[in-house]
């Protein structure tokens, strides 16, 4: 819903629904890292890397694929999978077509706690967040979505619900 040019400065009313939204968003986010963390002991870091790695051909990708997959710094990233593989989630191995790069495996712990952590993760998501809608309101939030992803560049969610990028 595409409005002509608006004024430069949001007006009281456009302020009050970015704060409402924004707020309302970080506190899901939280309550559903919480009970993610609760449920299966995986912060929301963990998830998303695992899930990149269980969507991935051969569950490998390599290192700089899976930061720009999930849209982190590769310092962080690389701070964030030591701790997953003393943890035995994931594995790292050296390229073979680049010895300067490594590739990031995703182990059958990964694998098996990914499982685990996945149906009490959907649970949450419909219960802190789908069971607030009636179906026409969902109808209307894909159209928001949809309008803010393109707005902001990104591809389009696909039939099955993700994005390219990993998310929680």
Known sequence: MA???RRSMPTRRELAIWRGYIETYDILRNRLEARLHQDSELSN???RVLLALSEAEEHTLRSSALAAHIEWER????GHL???EKRGL???EPCAEDARGSQVVLTDEGARAFRASTVPHLQAIKET?????TDEQLDVLGEATTALRAHLGLP???AAGGSPRAGA
């Open 90 to 92: 994931v594995r790292r």
């Open 45 to 47: 870091g963990d998830y």
């Open 129 to 133: 967040f789908l069971d607030a809608f």
């Open 156 to 158: 389009p969610v696909t």
């Open 3 to 5: 409005t002509s040019k």
């Open 75 to 78: 310092s962080r990233l690389s």
């Open 82 to 84: 030591g701790r997953m």
